[in-house]
């Protein structure tokens, strides 16, 4: 992993070296897209979706990170470096997958490009990432991730993220400064009703534990809302291949606990999954899917997938599992 960031950090700086020169020119106030609006660039979807209804109409808005991409291993191109320097506003998670785009900025620093890095801005309220009883660490600690990046996973977070991106519209385009704070107050009542759902249906469920063979990008969301759980993989974690310690425990956590569901995230193959399943002494659970919603791409957009969708799938999805 650290040989995978040295090399991306070398291929940003060469992509920069090309694309400075032709891009010296002064940036306008407002909207370089052609059409009046703002340009907004974000590099997830669950960022992309937010500033959809909070911008509205007001803004074109691009998602560097589609086509089913994982953000960990995510590499931009030279089109995504030169969107990044024409903007009016630049949104990002702000961890380690997103270092390049600080690389980027900081190259770029005579542009005085906007932006909101999601982790500065959350500062204290991001969590550094655990390891629960049976999970499988990282091989060398050294190239452990030191923080959880997914933050998006928690609607109280949604929530102080979306009233600031209204903010900060608000400052860059302060004509539109109404439907910004408009949008953002009529989205973020949304995301506070589906945080009440998920309070009610979790603290009436049965059960209050979560089992994941797979990685585990879910604890912003169980730690919102008091739920344990045990899985294979920390959230961020490059490993593939469960050590038999880690199946063996999730097998007698399966069995110990009497679970009738094994989850898994959208990005599995879903073999750990089945093999734990088949490790059981009974073998009769459930394989269910957990959305992280780091690859959710433009075609699921359009065809009405949102944030607010995926959240309360999930939720559909944990009720099962703890009852």
């Known amino acids: 992993m650290h040989y995978k960031s040295v090399a991306k950090?070398?291929?940003?700086?060469?992509?920069?070296?090309?694309?400075?020169?032709?891009?010296?020119?002064c940036k306008q106030a407002v909207?370089?897209?052609?059409?009046?609006?703002?340009?907004?660039?974000?590099?997830?979807?669950?960022?992309?979706?937010?500033a959809l209804n909070i911008a509205g109409d007001n803004a074109e808005i691009q998602m560097l990170v589609d086509?089913?991409?994982?953000?960990?291993?995510?590499?931009?191109?030279?089109?995504d470096?030169?969107?990044?320097?024409?903007?009016?506003?630049?949104?990002?998670?702000?961890?380690?997958?997103?270092?390049?785009?600080?690389?980027?900025?900081?190259?770029?620093?005579?542009?005085?490009?906007?932006?909101?890095?999601?982790?500065?801005?959350?500062?204290?309220?991001?969590?550094?990432?655990?390891?629960?009883?049976?999970?499988?660490?990282?091989?060398?600690?050294?190239?452990?991730?030191?923080?959880?990046?997914?933050?998006?996973?928690?609607l109280n977070l949604a929530e102080k993220i979306c009233a600031y991106i209204a903010e900060k519209l608000?400052?860059?385009?302060?004509d539109n400064s109404g439907d910004y704070y408009s949008n953002a107050a009529a989205?973020?009542?949304?995301?506070?009703?589906?945080?009440?759902d998920y309070s009610q249906t979790i603290s009436s469920a049965a059960n209050n534990v979560l089992l994941f063979a797979d990685r585990f990008p879910f604890r912003y969301l169980t730690d919102d809302y008091g739920i344990e759980y045990?899985?294979?993989?920390p959230?961020?974690?490059?490993?593939?291949?469960?050590?038999?310690?880690t199946l063996m425990f999730l097998i007698n956590k399966t069995d110990e606990l009497g679970l009738k569901y094994i989850l898994q995230t959208e990005t599995s193959d879903g073999s750990l999954a089945q093999t734990v399943k088949n490790g059981s002494k009974t073998k009769d659970q459930s394989i269910i899917t957990l959305n992280s919603l780091q690859t959710v791409t433009y075609r699921q957009a359009a065809d009405g997938t949102t944030y607010l969708s995926c959240m309360e799938q999930n939720l559909k999805i944990i009720k099962k599992a703890l009852n």
């Not at 370089?32 to 974000?42: A, D, F, M, N, Q």
């Not at 045990?230 to 993989?233: D, T």
């Open 81 to 154: 470096i030169v969107a990044v320097s024409d903007c009016d506003l630049l949104i990002f998670v702000g961890g380690q997958s997103d270092s390049w785009l600080r690389e980027s900025l900081e190259s770029l620093k005579g542009k005085n490009i906007e932006n909101i890095d999601i982790f500065t801005l959350l500062g204290k309220e991001i969590k550094q990432e655990e390891t629960v009883s049976g999970m499988q660490s990282e091989e060398d600690d050294d190239e452990a991730e030191e923080f959880d990046e997914h933050v998006w996973l928690s």
């Open 235 to 245: 959230g961020c974690s490059a490993e593939t291949e469960a050590s038999f310690e």
């Open 187 to 196: 989205y973020t009542e949304k995301l506070a009703k589906l945080d009440r």
């Open 170 to 174: 608000a400052e860059i385009d302060p």
């Open 67 to 79: 086509n089913g991409i994982d953000p960990h291993s995510f590499q931009p191109s030279v089109d």
């Open 9 to 25: 950090s070398a291929a940003i700086l060469l992509i920069l070296a090309f694309v400075l020169v032709p891009l010296c020119s």
């Open 230 to 233: 045990y899985a294979a993989f």
């Open 31 to 50: 909207s370089t897209s052609g059409s009046g609006k703002l340009k907004i660039i974000t590099t997830i979807f669950p960022l992309y979706d937010w």
